[in-house]
Each structure stands twice: as structure tokens, then as C-alpha cells.
């Protein structure tokens, strides 16, 4: 595609329940990133895949997040027991990794609302 | 990348003006750094990049400056216009383990005033 795309754009959910976002990098970025932004404040770093090897959880705030890369492409954020605290803006970026350094490409993100 | 969750600092500035955003990089390692520019509503865009082997680049309107010594980044927007009212995010590659480790700055919110 000619961007990042993510799915759901918008979610309302209830205290409790499970939610699973979505994400569609550029096609032949190999590097796909998961951030949350709460309101008025910077990128938190979440999860970090890059081609085959171990993708980076350290930023993972909790055992209720987790995160899957199927086939080196779409990415799924899952959020188990959601939390009101979990209520963000949910960012997903991927790059084509160089030598030189990467820019990474940003979606339009998934306002997640926990009610 | 990593980045605190902290608010965000503010920047007013009144249209016509020049615009300076600054931010201080962790890394002195880091090799390559890059501006973004995050619209209220949308994900961060590129707005312009810059090598450890270089101290200044200019774009359209933007200049970005580097300092390595004192591991110092700035933007430079000249004749600020309502449209570049967003927070502006800078970000320093280094490669860790063989792979381009990305750590973002916390941002500053651009107003500009009318």
C-alpha cells in the first residue's frame, strides 16, 4: 500500500474486555514498531519487530499486552483485560531498515477509549 | 525507541516568526537523526533528516542543526505560518547489536499565533 494503515481507527470497549489493533506496514519494511501516546504527551515505545529475529518487548507496560508479526508483515497489538489507563492512541510505524539508519513511517494510529 | 510519557513543552510563536524547537539526544553514538512533525489527529510525519557527519542541512522552509559535542538538535522553521502548529519529535538512530536502535525525544508543542 502507499502507507501505514491501522484498524480499528477509533475503539470504544469496556473495562475487561480483550482488544486486538491492527496494523499494515509498507510493503518490504522489514522493521514494524508499536507505540502509545496518551493525550498531550510523547511516543511510549511498546514492542519492536525487525525481520526474523526476537522482536523487543521491553517496553511493554504489562503480561496484558502482547504483540504477533505474522509472516513478516501485518502486526496485531492485543491488550487482555483492558484498563481504563489503557486508553491512548495506539501508533504503529514501519521502516526499511539500512545500514544508514532507518525513517519510520508512521499510521494514522487507533484511539482506543476504555470505558 | 523509547520515550518517556511526560507533557509536553510549548512553544508560542507569532505567524511570520522564525521558530526554534531544540532537543538534547542521549546517545553520542547515534549516527543519524530525524525531525517529525505530528498534526493533531494523525500519526507523526518526516520532516527532515541529518548524518552525525554533518552539522547543518536545509529543506523547504526547515534547516536542522546538529551538534555533537554537546549532543544538541535543533529545527529551524523560518516564516512560521499557522500550518505548522503540531508537535515536532526529533530522533537519533545508533546501531545496537546490529540493528538500528530508534529513540524518540518527548516533543514540543508548536502554537502559533495568528
Known amino acids: 500500500g502507499a502507507g501505514v494503515s491501522q484498524s480499528p481507527s477509533n475503539k470504544v470497549t469496556e473495562k475487561g474486555k480483550d482488544v486486538e489493533l491492527r496494523c499494515d506496514p509498507i510493503?518490504?519494511?522489514?522493521?514494524l514498531y508499536w507505540y502509545r501516546q496518551s493525550l498531550g504527551q510523547g511516543l511510549e515505545f511498546l514492542i519492536y519487530f525487525q525481520g526474523n529475529s526476537a522482536p523487543d518487548k521491553s517496553g511493554l507496560p504489562s503480561d496484558r499486552f502482547s504483540a504477533e508479526r505474522t509472516g513478516g508483515s501485518v502486526s496485531t497489538l492485543t491488550i487482555q483485560r483492558t484498563q481504563q489507563e489503557d486508553s491512548a492512541v495506539y501508533l504503529c510505524?514501519?521502516?526499511?531498515?539500512?545500514?544508514?539508519?532507518?525513517?519510520?513511517?508512521f499510521g494514522p494510529g487507533t484511539r482506543l477509549l476504555v470505558l | 525507541g523509547e520515550s518517556v510519557g511526560l507533557h509536553l513543552p510549548t512553544l508560542s510563536v507569532q505567524e511570520g516568526d522564525n521558530s526554534i524547537i531544540n532537543c538534547a539526544y542521549s546517545?553520542?553514538?547515534?549516527?543519524?537523526f530525524i525531525w517529525y512533525k505530528q498534526e493533531s489527529g494523525k500519526g507523526p510525519q518526516f520532516i527532515i533528516d541529518i548524518r552525525s557527519n554533518m552539522d547543518k542541512r536545509q529543506g523547504q522552509r526547515v534547516t536542522v542543526l546538529l551538534n555533537k559535542t554537546v549532543k544538541h538538535l535543533s529545527l529551524q522553521i523560518a516564516a512560521t505560518q499557522p500550518g505548522d502548529s503540531a508537535v515536532y519529535f526529533c530522533a537519533e538512530n545508533n546501531g545496537v547489536g546490529g540493528y538500528q536502535k530508534v529513540t524518540f525525544g518527548i516533543g514540543t508543542k508548536l502554537q502559533v499565533i495568528p
Open positions: 546517545n553520542s553514538a547515534s549516527d543519524y
Open positions: 510505524a514501519s521502516s526499511l531498515v539500512t545500514l544508514g539508519g532507518e525513517t519510520q513511517y
Open positions: 510493503s518490504g519494511h522489514t522493521a
